[in-house]
């Protein structure tokens, strides 16, 4: 069971956005602003995409947005790409100077 | 360019001693922390722990009885050991730079605990 919730899987058509949540508590998502999010395609380690809750990386797609409510920070992915296909990954500090993640969330792009 | 190149045993019995190193290229090593992070088989990552070139760590509260990480700032690496493997220590182990914001990685390692 991981320390954060994240759906399963989601699905999407090319050009359609979807969004993926990461449900944690208030000692970690909804207390600090340093969620993360990671794509990771089939035997390649993650990539990051998302720090601070909304912040890019340099290169990094503005397709990709990070945003948080609460206890729940979300990843939404505009303008859908095959390549977009992926397993998503959500991490978050945690108070007592630890870091969680999420169990991860399957993309399919239909 | 940053690169991180890790290394270490592939394949471990039970009871034994999992010992992984992650050397940088690269960028500064002072400065950062520098993370362990596992992921099983099919399932999620987890956060095994990290350490900065000073060698002040931090680790998982489920693992932090049997983990040691260890820094050698001469050579610009850093290493994992867990001890007492079981099956469910079995994963691809990578390294990785930062914090709130890793955007290097090793290339992980698969790491087996079998009889």
């Known amino acids: 069971q991981s320390a954060l919730t994240q759906p399963r899987s989601v699905s999407g058509s090319p050009g359609q956005s979807v969004t993926i949540s990461c449900t944690g508590t208030?000692?970690?998502?909804?207390?600090?602003?340093?969620v993360s999010w990671y794509q990771q395609h089939p035997g390649k380690a993650p990539k990051l995409m998302i720090y601070?809750?909304?912040e890019r990386p340099s290169g990094v797609s503005s397709r990709f947005s990070g945003s948080k409510s609460g206890n729940t920070a979300s990843l939404t992915i505009s303008g859908l790409h095959i390549e977009d296909e992926a397993d998503y990954h959500c991490s978050s500090y945690r108070s007592g100077s630890i870091w969680v993640f999420g169990g991860g969330t399957k993309l399919t792009v239909l | 360019q940053v690169q991180l190149q890790q290394w270490g045993a592939g394949l471990l019995k039970p009871s034994q001693t999992l010992s992984l190193t992650c050397a940088v290229y690269?960028?500064?090593?002072?400065?950062?922390?520098w993370t362990w992070i596992r992921q099983p088989p099919g399932k999620g990552l987890e956060w095994i722990g990290e350490?900065?070139?000073?060698?002040?760590?931090s680790y998982n509260p489920s693992l932090k009885s049997r983990v040691t990480m260890s820094v050698d700032a001469s050579k610009n690496q850093f290493s994992l050991n867990l001890n007492s493997v079981t099956a469910a220590d079995t994963a691809i182990y990578y390294c990785?730079?930062?914090?709130?914001?890793?955007?290097?990685w090793g290339q992980g390692t698969l790491v087996t605990v079998s009889s």
């Open positions: 690269g960028g500064s090593f002072t400065g950062y922390f």
């Open positions: 350490i900065t070139h000073a060698g002040r760590t």
């Open positions: 990785a730079r930062g914090q709130y914001k890793r955007e290097y």
């Open positions: 208030s000692n970690d998502v909804g207390g600090y602003d340093y």
């Open positions: 601070d809750v909304s």
